[in-house]
């Protein structure tokens, strides 16, 4: 069972390798890779991330702050 640090790390991986993540490619592919508990149907039918799986990285943060950040924000709700 995957949890948010490992969908964290993933899109880590994927902004090292072009340094650009579209959140509807992401939220798609992370729906594939990890399961449904970490994306929902937005107010406009779209796919997103739930907010306590995704990982805001900006380029001061990028790396392991933003992973420690994602895995705070999971064990804060609860969910893995």
Known sequence: MASATDVA??????LNKTGY??????AYD???????EFVYDNENGNLAIFKRSSC??????????????ARK???HTGAR
Do not use: N, Y
């Open 21 to 26: 993540l579209p959140q509807s490619d992401a």
């Open 56 to 69: 805001r990285i900006s380029p001061p943060h990028r790396g392991t702050g933003c992973l420690e950040s």
């Open 9 to 14: 790390k993933w899109v880590v991986q994927e």
């Open 30 to 36: 992370i729906q594939d890779k990890f399961g449904d």
């Open 73 to 75: 924000s999971m064990d």
